[in-house]
C-alpha cells in the first residue's frame, strides 16, 4: 500500500492515453495505476465526472479535480452530446454529494427552447436536488439508497452519515467542504 503513495514503476512511463512523456494525473476510482495527462484524463471520465483525481507534483500525490482540468456535466442530452443553448448552474458552483465523497462540479442544463426544468434534467441523471429552485446541490441515487440501507440496518443518523462523507473527501480538515449538512438532510428526508 505504501508503494502507491508514490509513482513506483510507472514514474518513467508515458501518459497511457497520447504517449505524452509527462503524465501526472491518475484516478482512485479506475481500475489499475497508469498516469494520464490532463487532456487524456477529462477523456477517459467524459462519462464519469464523480472519479476522484490524484496529481503528482514531483514529490508526492496531491488531490485534484476534474473541474480544475475543465470537464463540465450537460444535462437535458443524450451522454456526449452538448448542447447548443447551456446555461451555467447558479455560479457555477454545483456541488455533487455522492458514496465517494463531496464533489465540486462545473454542470450545464439545457436552456433550449423545448427543455425540461431544471429538477427534471437533474432527476434524469439520477441526481436528487436539495430544492426545487435554484438548486446548487444534489445527491446521486446511489447515496440516497446507501444511506437509506445503513440507517434501516444500523441506525445510522443522517449527522453521523454526513461526517463520514466529509471525511471521506478530505480526512485531513485542511480544505473546506462547501456543503451544510442541512442541505444532504433535506435531501435525504425529501427522498424518504
Known amino acids: 500500500m505504501l508503494r502507491l503513495e508514490g509513482q513506483g514503476d510507472i514514474s518513467a512511463e508515458l501518459c497511457s492515453g497520447c504517449g505524452n512523456p509527462h503524465p501526472e494525473y491518475r484516478c482512485e476510482d479506475c481500475f ?15 462519462n ?9 507534483n514531483g ?36 456541488i455533487i454529494i455522492d458514496s465517494h465523497g463531496v464533489h465540486e462540479v462545473s454542470l450545464d442544463f439545457c ?6 426544468t431544471h429538477v427534471q434534467q437533474l432527476l434524469r441523471m439520477s441526481l436528487f436536488p436539495s430544492t ?39 480526512n485531513t480538515g485542511i480544505s473546506p467542504i462547501k456543503i451544510l449538512p442541512n442541505g444532504m438532510s433535506r435531501s435525504i428526508l425529501k427522498q424518504r
Request: hydrophobic share 35%.
Open 32 to 46: 489499475g495505476i497508469e498516469l494520464r495527462c490532463s487532456s487524456c484524463t477529462v477523456l477517459a471520465h467524459k
Open 132 to 170: 426545487t429552485a435554484d438548486s446548487k446541490t444534489a445527491a446521486t441515487f446511489r447515496l440516497l439508497e446507501e444511506f437509506h440501507l445503513l440507517s434501516l440496518v444500523s441506525k445510522v443518523s443522517a449527522y453521523e452519515f454526513y461526517y463520514a462523507l466529509m471525511r471521506r473527501s478530505d
Open 48 to 56: 464519469l465526472p464523480l472519479h476522484r483525481l490524484q496529481q503528482w
Open 111 to 116: 436552456d433550449c427552447t423545448l427543455a425540461t
Open 59 to 94: 514529490d508526492h500525490f496531491e488531490t485534484a479535480s476534474l473541474k480544475n482540468l475543465g470537464l463540465r456535466i450537460q444535462l437535458g442530452h443524450t451522454l456526449g452530446h452538448t448542447c447548443p443553448n447551456p446555461r451555467h448552474a447558479f455560479n457555477d458552483d454545483f
